[in-house]
């Protein structure tokens, strides 16, 4: 899939640069080129409950975008966001703390954090947040189906951002992801230039374990 020029374009449409350049304050928006496809079958589990921030770095006002690729009711296990959440600041991860849970790298919630938002989808419907905002999958009950989904990313032009953005998803040399593009599509082909960007090191200790302190009212 991450041949397809179509999945490069469509970050790209006029509809989605617009509502960014209303959220970011700026016409200048960065589209990442390190989009995620996404191909899920039934799971009877939820997703790990995390913020983007630890596993995208960079800066802390970039934005996700996620859709389904096609219609994604309830049971087909969509994305969903804890309300407010983004206000807390970067939570901490792994950690035994009694008083939280956590999933592998995900964020520390405690008891009271159950307020979650979400809802069907059809095709053309999104969900975007910051990076600081706590979300995670539903299960997916439906059998016979795969919830084709995709992650895209927008930040300013001159915040900083982590130099893997910068990569593809599958991990591939750029020449090959394009082999056998045609002229038409040329404007999408490293479309990003490191010399105007403000590329920052993977900061490893942004996964290690943290104590999260509770404030009880």
């Not at 179509?6 to 617009?18: F, K, M, T, V």
């Not at 910068?166 to 992801?177: F, G, K, Q, V, Y």
Request: overall charge negative; charged content about 20%.
């Amino acid at each position: 899939m991450q041949s397809l020029p179509e999945l490069h374009r469509l970050p790209h449409q006029p509809a989605l640069l617009d509502l960014y350049r209303k959220l970011l304050g700026t016409d200048d928006v960065f589209v990442h080129p390190r989009h995620i496809m996404r191909a899920m079958t039934a799971h009877p589990s939820t997703g790990a409950t995390h913020q983007d921030f630890p596993l995208v770095q960079g800066s802390t006002e970039t934005w996700t975008c996620w859709f389904p690729v096609g219609d994604c009711g309830l049971a087909s296990g969509p994305l969903v966001i804890l309300r407010g959440s983004h206000r807390q600041g970067r939570l901490p991860v792994g950690t035994g703390d009694s008083d939280c849970y956590w999933t592998n790298w995900g964020a520390q919630l405690c008891a009271h954090e159950t307020d979650w938002v979400g809802g069907d989808f059809a095709v053309g419907d999104v969900v975007t947040f910051p990076s600081l905002t706590v979300h995670q999958s539903l299960p997916a009950v439906v059998r016979d189906e795969v919830r084709v989904s995709m992650d895209v990313r927008y930040q300013r032009g001159d915040d900083v951002i982590e130099a893997r953005s910068l990569t593809n998803h599958a991990e591939r040399p750029w020449d090959e992801i394009y082999r056998g593009w045609s002229s038409e599509n040329a404007d999408l082909m490293h479309y990003w230039n490191p010399d105007r960007l403000s590329c920052i090191p993977w900061d490893e200790s942004l996964l290690e374990p943290g104590t999260r302190s509770v404030v009880r009212g």
